[in-house]
């Protein structure tokens, strides 16, 4: 399934004018920082174009929130990538640094981590600039859906690792995908993006809560549809058009079309519920203030539908024709040239 695949979406969302300056000031620090090591990892790394993805999914952000959102950005892609298949017990090392990335947040800000290394050092800094500002409960709640998206993809490296990647059926394939994309924490960075919060009574409303949920299954199920060249030269078998073409027995196309109308009935169901939207805040009596800010986490979850989409048709990141350095990498089964996991 080639990677420009088009989908319909009903709405634009802009894009930062604090692109270029963010960008060039988001790449220093991550070669400042050791998140990249090699040149070749950082070719590879500038061809994804991490900076362009927070321009289109947090456009309000300030100058200087952009280059904290974009060097955050940065720290979970990166760890996607060191797992290697041809090491399984790298899997241990990746649960390990899982779990300090999990305690960063609910330890005081600024704490070293106990298992050091590029990306854990990076994200004790990237999260005391998240965390300024923003209240305990959004602070709890970020840490939350961060922790179950790291949680997932260490249960995703594990069943790599004993060669059961391949083993889901589609209706476990679908729940798993939700937590390993990482919308839910994504989204809730959208508030940090403009210094606002969502109403507590609105953000635990079940329209909100399946929105949010909707996102994160059309946000997955398009990065599958994009990335899965990619992933078929890698051997990842966490891949919606794989698990359909195993599970219904039916051609890679047949496959990549039914991929395309589930992701397509997410979207539609989105959209059924975001018109609702009103009539939520009514039943809740919130007022107009509180009404703006449930609109502006609206435009949240809009911003990494849409914003998210127009990064993956151009990225270097789902590229099907890889070369050098990067190429070798990813037939081994790594999808890093780097190594971030030690000192």
Not at 81 to 95: K, L, N, S, V, W
Request: hydrophobic residues 45%; contains cysteine; charged residues 25%.
């Amino acid at each position: 399934m080639p990677q420009d695949v088009l989908f319909d979406i009903p709405f634009d969302t802009p894009v930062s004018p604090h692109l270029e300056y963010a960008r060039e000031r988001h790449l220093r620090w991550v070669w400042e920082r050791g998140l990249v090591r090699s040149e070749a990892g950082f070719e590879e790394y500038r061809s994804w174009d991490l900076s362009e993805a927070a321009a289109r999914t947090y456009p309000h952000a300030s100058a200087d929130d952009m280059v904290v959102l974009m060097n955050w950005f940065s720290l979970a892609f990166l760890f996607d990538d060191q797992f290697d298949a041809g090491r399984p017990d790298r899997a241990e090392r990746i649960a390990e640094v899982a779990r300090e990335l999990i305690a960063t947040p609910l330890r005081p800000a600024g704490t070293p981590p106990r298992v050091v290394c590029p990306i854990t050092l990076a994200w004790v800094e990237v999260w005391a600039g998240l965390a300024e500002g923003m209240s305990l409960t959004w602070q709890t709640r970020f840490a939350a859906s961060w922790g179950r998206f790291l949680v997932a993809h260490c249960e995703e490296v594990d069943l790599a690792a004993r060669g059961l990647e391949g083993t889901l059926g589609l209706a476990a394939y679908t729940g798993f995908r939700r937590r390993t994309v990482g919308i839910h924490h994504s989204i809730d960075a959208g508030e940090r993006s403009r210094r606002f919060e969502v109403p507590p009574a609105a953000m635990a409303h079940p329209l909100m809560e399946r929105m949010r949920d909707l996102a994160a299954d059309t946000i997955g199920f398009m990065n599958d549809i994009h990335s899965f060249e990619r992933e078929r030269r890698r051997g990842d078998g966490h891949n919606l058009i794989a698990v359909l073409h195993r599970e219904l027995g039916c051609s890679w196309q047949e496959a990549a079309e039914e991929a395309y109308r589930m992701t397509a009935g997410c979207l539609d169901e989105y959209m059924e519920l975001e018109a609702r939207v009103p009539v939520m805040c009514e039943e809740l009596g919130l007022d107009a203030g509180q009404r703006e800010r449930v609109w502006m986490g609206v435009e949240a979850i809009r911003g990494w539908i849409n914003g998210n989409y127009e990064w993956a048709l151009t990225t270097g990141r789902y590229a099907a024709a890889k070369e050098g350095p990067v190429a070798t990498a990813e037939l081994a089964g790594r999808g890093s040239v780097d190594d971030l996991l030690t000192v």
